[in-house]
């Protein structure tokens, strides 16, 4: 069964522009989360989509936003880059989110702000 | 909201010893416990979790074990190899609610 895939893997913006991450969950998973790693901070959760629907959200500013497509792939979209959002992007994929379940991450996007 | 706290932040052990990471909740609310593993350059990847319905669970070589009452749950690495050295992350999780993670464990096996 194939992992978590996300894209690009590496990706370099100047401030003030804006990106656009992907994120395609294992088969059969219809919950995606999104998490950013810097390391001042952690792992901090940015937002959590399931059946195409935000289901939670951290504590980011608006310009963080996501959505889901009907085929559970989410994508997570950051305008008006600003240096500190220079982080690696994880996702997670999870069968559903009501329940305690396992979450599963992909490699990672590494965000570089210039 | 949960919070997570993780000690130790660095962890040294001579290969063959065990490694023990300790975390610590607040929400009591809180149910569900994973633990993660994340090499160099990669993902965290999931190696050990555990419900709050359950006091330890075991794995070959790890272990977690959980105490409700005193809101803190540990994970446990007997026999440890090189390929153990990583940063290990704890999390705590409610019912509907996002994961929150520790702040990590760089755990080194010294050959």
Request: proline residues 4%; aromatic residues 10%; contains cysteine.
């Amino acid at each position: 069964k194939a992992g978590v895939t996300q894209t690009p893997r590496y990706l370099i913006k100047t401030r003030g522009q804006q990106v656009t991450l992907s994120c395609s969950p294992i088969s059969g998973h219809r919950s995606v989360s999104w998490y950013q790693q810097t390391p001042g901070q952690g792992l901090q959760f940015l937002f959590e989509y399931f059946s195409e629907t935000q289901r939670n959200k951290g504590n980011f500013p608006g310009r963080f936003s996501g959505r889901q497509f009907s085929n559970s792939r989410s994508e997570m979209n950051v305008s008006t880059l600003e240096l500190g959002d220079s982080a690696l992007y994880l996702c997670a994929s999870s069968l559903v989110v009501a329940a305690d379940n396992e979450q599963f991450f992909g490699p990672g996007t590494r965000l570089t702000v210039l | 909201g949960e919070n997570v706290e993780q000690h130790p932040s660095t962890l040294s052990v001579q290969e063959g010893d065990s490694a023990v990471i300790k975390c610590t909740y607040s929400d009591s609310a809180s149910n569900y416990f994973p633990w993660y593993k994340q090499e160099l350059g990669k993902g965290p990847q999931l190696i050990i979790d555990i419900r709050s319905n359950v006091g330890e669970k075991k794995d070959q070589r790890i272990a977690v074990t959980l105490n409700k009452t005193a809101k803190h749950f540990s994970l446990h690495i007997t026999e440890t190899q090189p390929e153990d050295s990583a940063v290990y992350f704890c999390a705590a999780k409610m019912t509907n609610e996002k994961l929150t993670f520790g702040t990590g464990t760089r755990l080194t096996i010294i050959p």
